[in-house]
């Protein structure tokens, strides 16, 4: 079990439609991330966010969206995507910017067709 | 980020102590030496930090070398639940106010064999 909560555990999209990836956690921490994975490939850092902030957006396409509504809540929202864009998402969170570890959540696993 | 480089894979006997190596020779004074692991279907878990010292938790031991160029992460007593990628990962600390900014290497795919 794991303390970042990501919903759904599966999404199948069409290229055309509009989705939205949830992540929450309940642990006071004040950064979220987002990461992309493709198969058999290291996570890749797409958003930081800090305090609600967009701290970092690491040149990723804006058919990705991200939003954090509050401190505890993180959705990465999804607009006409490529079937290249099918990865496994992963949202992780922190408590500060010190040496503190990232929790990450076990993803979306995301198919686009 | 200092560039990190560990071996594609490895293996090791159920009971016996898993030995991951991760070179960083490029590691400046501040930069911090951590290591994930991410078993099958799972996100990353993190497992263990250094700065100069050797560290020890519950779950394994870092020794670092004396010119910090590398270390080497410690599973004592592998299981067969220790099958995992295990990715070691030099982080500048506190970038940003309140975050951070982790970047994975390919990492080591380790299999624990019975």
């Known amino acids: 079990d794991t303390e970042v909560t990501q919903t759904p555990k599966h999404l199948v999209m069409g290229m055309t439609n509009k989705k939205s990836l949830k992540c929450e956690q309940h642990m006071g921490h004040r950064a979220m991330y987002w990461y992309k994975q493709k198969a058999k490939k290291p996570p890749e850092l797409m958003f930081v966010y800090s305090y609600e902030k967009l701290s970092i957006n690491e040149s990723v396409p804006s058919r990705f969206s991200p939003e954090c509504p509050n401190s505890s809540l993180l959705n990465l929202h999804l607009h006409a995507l490529q079937p290249e864009d099918s990865a496994l998402y992963l949202c992780?969170?922190?408590?500060?910017?010190?040496?503190?570890?990232?929790?990450f959540g076990n993803g979306t696993r995301l198919t686009v067709t | 980020d200092a560039k990190t480089t560990q071996p594609t894979s490895m293996d090791c006997a159920e009971g016996r102590a898993a030995n991951l190596p991760c070179n960083h020779s490029t590691i400046s004074g501040n930069e911090y030496v951590y290591w994930y692991r991410q078993i099958h279907s799972q996100g990353p878990q993190y497992i263990i930090h250094g700065l100069k010292n050797n560290e020890t938790n519950e779950m394994a031991s870092l020794i670092i070398t004396e010119d910090r160029k590398s270390s080497t992460l410690i599973l004592p007593h592998a299981t067969l639940r220790d099958t995992a990628v295990y990715y070691c990962?030099?982080?500048?600390?506190?970038?940003?106010?309140?975050?951070?900014?982790?970047?994975f290497g390919q990492g080591t795919r380790l299999t624990i064999n019975p």
């Open positions: 990962i030099v982080r500048v600390p506190f970038i940003i106010q309140g975050a951070q900014k982790l970047v």
């Open positions: 992780a969170s922190s408590p500060r910017g010190d040496n503190s570890p990232l929790h």
